[in-house]
């Protein structure tokens, strides 16, 4: 038996009992999660019941995680057909995907206008558009040829939020050039009182993110 074989099954088994299960996904950063039902289950193809909320999700991440304590971890699958009249999806190719499940659980937002973000290291200074935030810290799309970050690289931050001029030393955290853009992460110092400012930022976008889902 096949890993999409074995989801299927316990996806049966959930239908035969609650048919209920979680959806997650991440709109501009936030993890969203609601409940959703299946509906009907053909062969590999699930067809779920979903929120409105994750209805719009759907349009713009297209394999959500699927949560349930029937299953033997986090799952995913991708959509190939949404019904937001209905607020019904059909779902296949389903595979684990627990190790997707931390990232996903973090608390961060995407910003809803350009925020820059300077950067310096050593004596060179370098400008980035802000990718999104949490309480621990940033990231920030590209990466200049002039500069090649390694992890835990010493660094200084500044930008500035709706709350207040953010300055704070940290750490590179990572370097990706998987995405496009290219993605550099930052560390906030540990314990740096810029925090309290990130968290107030981060709950009034969080408040507009949650507004503009239940809008459609």
């Known amino acids: 038996m096949n890993i999409q074989e074995q989801i299927i099954n316990d996806l049966k088994d959930v239908a035969n009992s609650s048919g209920e299960v979680d959806?997650?996904?991440v709109y501009k950063?936030?993890?969203i999660v609601n409940k959703a039902y299946?509906?009907?289950?053909?062969?590999?193809?699930v067809t779920f019941t979903i929120h409105k909320q994750q209805a719009a999700c759907l349009k713009h991440d297209n394999s959500p995680l699927i949560l349930s304590n029937s299953l033997r971890d986090a799952a995913s699958g991708d959509v190939t057909a949404l019904d937001t009249s209905v607020l019904t999806a059909t779902m296949t190719n389903f595979e684990y995907a627990g190790h997707r499940i931390r990232g996903r659980m973090v608390l961060r937002v995407v910003p809803n206008d350009p925020i820059e973000v300077k950067i310096i290291t050593?004596?060179?200074?370098?400008?980035?558009?802000?990718a999104d935030i949490c309480v621990?810290?940033?990231?920030?799309?590209?990466?200049?040829a002039a500069w090649h970050p390694k992890?835990?690289?010493?660094?200084?931050?500044?930008?500035?939020?709706?709350?207040?001029?953010?300055?704070?030393?940290?750490?590179?955290?990572?370097?990706?050039?998987?995405?496009n853009p290219s993605r550099i992460?930052?560390?906030?110092?540990?314990?740096?009182?810029?925090r309290a400012q990130v968290n107030e930022y981060i709950t009034q976008?969080?408040?507009?993110i949650l507004r503009e889902l239940e809008e459609g």
Do not use: C, K
């Not at 207040?164 to 990572?174: A, D, Q």
């Open 23 to 25: 959806f997650m996904n």
């Open 29 to 31: 950063g936030l993890p």
């Open 38 to 45: 299946i509906q009907a289950i053909h062969n590999n193809v």
């Open 122 to 130: 050593g004596d060179q200074t370098f400008t980035f558009n802000m």
């Open 136 to 144: 621990e810290g940033i990231g920030v799309d590209g990466s200049p």
């Open 151 to 179: 992890r835990n690289n010493p660094i200084e931050i500044e930008f500035y939020l709706p709350t207040g001029r953010i300055r704070s030393t940290g750490t590179v955290r990572y370097a990706t050039q998987e995405l």
């Open 185 to 194: 992460g930052f560390d906030f110092a540990h314990g740096t009182h810029v």
């Open 205 to 208: 976008r969080r408040e507009e």
